[in-house]
């Protein structure tokens, strides 16, 4: 491939080190009882963390576009507070989602940050 003239191309070993993404420990627990306990990158949704990782029990239908319900939640309650509240588009899309209760969330609208490492959810029953 051309590279156009004045551009080098970085050397092994001569390179800046990658500045290494922090991560929050987010515990995904099935209905069923069996945990996930997942490294997940600051920045990405609950959602995200649970696609890329296989997490069983979260569909995420809409890609994250709080368009589905497919990715519904359930908060621990002494994480509650910190994950905050649903904002009116969440709270319109949860009514479509299966057996919802006061901590219920979409994953997808659950921004991961440091403050929410070791957050732990429960998945659903069923997604719909
Ligand atoms: S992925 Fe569709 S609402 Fe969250």
Same mark, same amino acid.
């Given at each position: 491939m051309c590279r156009p003239s004045g551009v080098r191309r970085a050397r092994p070993g001569n390179s800046t080190p990658v500045k290494k993404s922090k991560m929050a420990k987010i515990t995904y627990i099935e209905h069923s009882g069996t945990e996930h306990v997942i490294d997940v990158e600051n920045g990405m949704t609950v959602m995200e963390g649970a696609i890329k990782n296989s997490?069983?029990?979260? &569909? /995420?239908d809409c890609g994250? /576009?709080?368009?589905? /319900?497919?990715c519904h939640v359930y908060v621990a309650p002494e994480w509650k507070d910190k994950v905050g509240q649903a904002e009116s588009m969440e709270e319109d899309m949860l &009514?479509?989602?299966? &057996?919802? !209760? &006061?901590? $219920? !969330?979409? $994953?997808?609208?659950i921004k991961v940050t440091d403050?929410?490492?070791?957050l732990v959810v429960n998945l659903p029953e069923k997604q719909f």
């Amino acid at each position: 491939m051309c590279r156009p003239s004045g551009v080098r191309r970085a050397r092994p070993g001569n390179s800046t080190p990658v500045k290494k993404s922090k991560m929050a420990k987010i515990t995904y627990i099935e209905h069923s009882g069996t945990e996930h306990v997942i490294d997940v990158e600051n920045g990405m949704t609950v959602m995200e963390g649970a696609i890329k990782n296989s997490i069983p029990g979260i &569909d /995420a239908d809409c890609g994250g /576009a709080c368009a589905c /319900a497919t990715c519904h939640v359930y908060v621990a309650p002494e994480w509650k507070d910190k994950v905050g509240q649903a904002e009116s588009m969440e709270e319109d899309m949860l &009514d479509f989602a299966f &057996d919802v !209760r &006061d901590n $219920s !969330r979409l $994953s997808c609208q659950i921004k991961v940050t440091d403050e929410l490492d070791g957050l732990v959810v429960n998945l659903p029953e069923k997604q719909f």
